[in-house]
């Protein structure tokens, strides 16, 4: 799966294409001819007497010499005189993501300027801001398949690669988070409201698990994991009850709240009064018991779940001799 990803988080290198490079002294009646004879030629690459990378693009170019006056200053003399000595330069690893990202801070008037790309200090070539606009597309729709459409966080697909990852590890500690009497709410308020709720409750997270300390995926539903790379998960759990306690306000009408339960009808056809929604937090921490795989470390947490469950409000329940923490 990781092979999977990475595939699809190409690097700039793979859509760079090869350019004309001429040297910084080279005289601008030689660039001139250049663009005549490549009608499609957006730039070129000037590379200096110490190897230095500059850009020429085409609309620059001629916008240069084509004033009152250019043609008649500039044609015989050196093209570093109206060359861009700070264009855009990347490596041929970086992320097409990444340096969509660069390409767009620029200034305005070098917004559309090629992306010259590098491969240990020696170009290999550039990219248009049309290819990597395009090639940002194409990361995005491939990338749409691992992720969870409701929240936006990585799916099972990526979960699954990181479970793996996470057996190696020396310490890891796996949080599976997912909200209580959340059906219900889900019947008695609509189910916008619960993808709502959803949304809220994964933008808590959001702000405490954030990559790369923290890794945090959607499996599906109103359930949530996180992988951390250590045991100290005490402090952020109990902060992460305490926000969504808060939060979870704003989804409830007034006398539902002040109640502090909703009506829902059970198995017999009569109404009863369920809880509110919590969130239950069940963790596996590999400090006291190693894990084989990761149906072992599914079995486990799914024991540290019905615990949890079993008790009403937010709460965090460890394996580590099951002690119970509450906020």
């Known amino acids: 799966m990781k092979e999977k990803v990475n595939a699809i988080l190409k690097q700039i290198g793979d859509i760079a294409e090869t350019i004309p490079a001429v040297a910084s002294d080279t005289k601008c009646d030689t660039v001139y001819q250049l663009f005549i004879s490549n009608p499609h030629l957006e730039g070129l690459a000037i590379v200096g007497k110490d190897g230095a990378l500059s850009l020429m693009m085409r609309a620059r170019f001629f916008q240069k010499i084509g004033t009152q006056y250019g043609y008649t200053l500039y044609m015989g003399r050196a093209i570093e005189l109206v060359m861009n000595a700070g264009p855009l330069v990347v490596d041929y690893s970086e992320l097409i993501t990444e340096v969509s990202i660069q390409a767009m801070?620029?200034?305005?008037?070098?917004?559309?300027?090629?992306?010259?790309?590098?491969?240990?200090?020696?170009?290999?070539?550039?990219?248009?801001?049309?290819?990597?606009?395009?090639?940002?597309?194409?990361?995005?729709?491939?990338?749409?398949?691992?992720?969870?459409?409701?929240?936006?966080?990585?799916?099972?697909?990526?979960?699954?690669?990181?479970?793996?990852?996470?057996?190696?590890?020396?310490?890891?500690?796996?949080?599976?988070?997912?909200?209580?009497?959340?059906?219900?709410?889900?019947?008695?308020?609509?189910?916008?409201?619960?993808?709502?709720?959803?949304?809220?409750?994964?933008?808590?997270?959001?702000?405490?698990?954030?990559?790369?300390?923290?890794?945090?995926?959607?499996?599906?539903?109103?359930?949530?994991?996180?992988?951390?790379?250590?045991?100290?998960?005490?402090?952020?759990?109990?902060?992460?009850?305490?926000?969504?306690?808060?939060?979870?306000?704003?989804?409830?009408?007034e006398e539902d709240w002040d109640n502090q339960y909703v009506l829902g009808e059970g198995r017999s056809g009569m109404s009863h009064r369920i809880p509110l929604v919590s969130v239950s937090i069940a963790v596996v921490t590999n400090r006291i018991k190693k894990y084989d795989n990761i149906d072992h470390l599914v079995h486990e947490a799914t024991r540290v779940k019905k615990i949890c469950k079993a008790i009403t409000g937010s709460i965090v329940c460890c394996n580590e001799e099951m002690e119970i923490k509450t906020p």
């Open 105 to 253: 801070n620029r200034a305005e008037e070098e917004l559309y300027d090629l992306v010259l790309v590098t491969s240990k200090g020696n170009l290999v070539g550039a990219v248009s801001i049309r290819r990597l606009l395009l090639a940002v597309a194409d990361v995005r729709a491939e990338m749409a398949i691992f992720m969870n459409p409701l929240t936006g966080l990585p799916g099972n697909r990526i979960i699954d690669d990181r479970l793996n990852q996470a057996l190696q590890l020396d310490d890891f500690s796996v949080l599976y988070l997912d909200l209580d009497h959340f059906k219900s709410y889900n019947d008695s308020y609509g189910f916008k409201m619960g993808d709502e709720l959803i949304q809220a409750t994964a933008n808590v997270l959001r702000k405490y698990f954030v990559m790369p300390e923290a890794f945090l995926g959607h499996i599906g539903g109103d359930d949530f994991i996180v992988i951390l790379h250590h045991h100290h998960f005490e402090k952020v759990c109990a902060e992460v009850l305490v926000d969504f306690e808060r939060i979870k306000r704003q989804f409830y009408n």
